[in-house]
């Protein structure tokens, strides 16, 4: 399945939480899971029971568009998560918090993760002091990512930036907001990264 490019606002109302997916509007409460918190379509007011599976499906989908991966990247995440030592359901969540496109969303340079990824692709981000334009790229703790030099006046960046002082940042980063630059300070806790998604689910699915 290669990446959803629809009208973002519509999968929400179907999953039926906020996955971040349209900035400035989520903040402002004008999206349209808060104005119509009902699935779309014209039988989206019915109450439907949701099978195992189901439950297990939204789960994955929910972190699928949340973070804005194919079904190709999503499984390889979570072979490489299941690979590793410890839990896989929270190794898959912070694999997936590691990757270039997430750190520059959650740095604050970006006010959702889709644009988060076109500063990625089109060459905006450097890790390091070198220009990386790979949003799956795993960022390792220490590692210095900032916006390129001839970016930093960027309107939606330094407005993503003004934002932040709303929103805050999240803790596992340390962020210089002038500079447009930050320090990847440690891998986070789960506990630490909110997210409406049960990754156990995930792992009951993908382990069937």
Known sequence: MARYRGP?????????????????????????????????????????KISEYGLQLR?????????????????????????REGNT?????????????????????ATTRRFARQLVTHGHILVNGNKVDIPSYIVRAGD??????????NPQIKRALEL????????WVDVEREKAMGIFTRIPEREEVVIPVEERLIVELYSK
């Open 59 to 83: 789960e994955k989908q929910k972190a699928k568009f949340m973070y804005g991966v194919s079904e190709k990247q999503f499984r390889r995440i979570f072979d490489e998560a299941a690979r």
């Open 164 to 171: 932040t002082q709303q929103t805050g940042i999240a803790p």
């Open 144 to 153: 210095k990512v900032e916006v390129c030099e001839k970016s930093k006046n």
């Open 8 to 48: 973002v606002e519509k999968l929400e109302r179907r999953l039926g939480v906020s996955l971040a997916l349209k900035g400035e509007r989520r903040l402002a409460g004008k999206s349209a899971l808060d104005k119509r918190p009902y699935a779309p379509g014209q039988h989206g007011q019915r109450r439907t």
């Open 89 to 109: 359901g929270i190794n898959l969540v912070l694999l997936i918090e590691r990757r270039l496109d997430n750190v520059v969303y959650r740095m604050g340079f």
